[in-house]
């Protein structure tokens, strides 16, 4: 398994501001993710970020909105930019050891942030 | 739309007791399924998954069974333990994709 850690764990932000939401995996991973937890619902995936290229992005989610960097194969953040208090959410990151389907997802603790 | 419900909002079962959590699904396409158990503040963490090849999963405490023609799988949990209370949502994917699809979430109370 993988053990992820994720910065800041929570954040209080006033309306148009960015945030930049840090996530860190203790071995080398394939594949890394960024999922949303908005209140009172599912996790949603937002993109999977790729190593050294462009992440990909899910329906409803934009590169602008959410910009993405994974510069190696530890290491990986999500910026949360011109911030509303729709995105008031928890934000998790997650890992995979492998490619396959059936390689487990592992999560980090989250980053709970409110906009005020 | 909702590919994968998860019905019951919430569980109460006593302690020592069995919890089942149900979820279904409906994209034909997904041939893996997971448990994850989430406790506030914290990041969801893995407990069991079942391939499609597969109809029954056991670890323990924990069985999951996948009923593929009604799209449902459960999670059993016996005997159920104080500590098991959380947040569990399952999970599906295509295997293509390594997308995670996720349920609602059942919050599960065991009363001691």
């Known amino acids: 398994s993988a053990v992820i850690s994720q910065k800041p764990s929570r954040d209080i932000c006033q309306r148009g501001t960015s945030l930049t939401i840090q996530c860190q995996v203790d071995?080398?991973?394939?594949?890394m993710f960024w999922y949303r937890q908005q209140p009172g619902q599912s996790l949603t995936l937002i993109a999977t970020?790729?190593?050294?290229?462009?992440?990909?992005?899910e329906s409803g989610f934009v590169i602008d909105k959410f910009p993405i960097s994974r510069p190696n194969l530890t290491f990986s953040t999500l910026t949360v930019s011109n911030m509303s208090p729709e995105d008031s959410s928890i934000y998790l990151c997650?890992?995979?050891?492998?490619?396959?389907?059936?390689?487990?997802?592992?999560f980090g603790p989250g980053t709970r942030l409110t906009v005020l | 739309d909702q590919q994968v419900k998860q019905n019951s909002p919430s569980l109460s079962v006593q302690e020592g007791r069995i919890s089942i959590l149900n979820c279904d699904y409906t994209?034909?396409?997904?041939?893996?399924f997971l448990w994850y158990k989430k406790y506030p503040a914290e990041g969801p963490t893995f407990l069991i998954s079942?391939?499609?090849?597969?109809d029954k999963n056991e670890d323990g405490r924990f069985t999951v069974f996948l009923n593929k023609s009604a799209k449902h799988l459960s999670l059993h949990i016996v005997p159920s333990q104080p500590g098991d209370s959380a947040v569990y949502f399952c999970?599906?994917?295509?295997?293509?994709?390594?997308?995670?699809?996720f349920g609602t979430g059942t919050l599960l109370a065991v009363q001691p």
């Open positions: 997650s890992a995979k050891m492998g490619m396959l389907g059936t390689d487990t997802q592992y």
């Open positions: 071995s080398q991973v394939t594949m």
């Open positions: 970020a790729n190593q050294g290229s462009e992440a990909t992005y």
């Open positions: 994209n034909s396409m997904f041939d893996y």
């Open positions: 079942i391939s499609s090849i597969k």
């Open positions: 999970a599906a994917s295509d295997g293509a994709t390594n997308k995670l699809i």
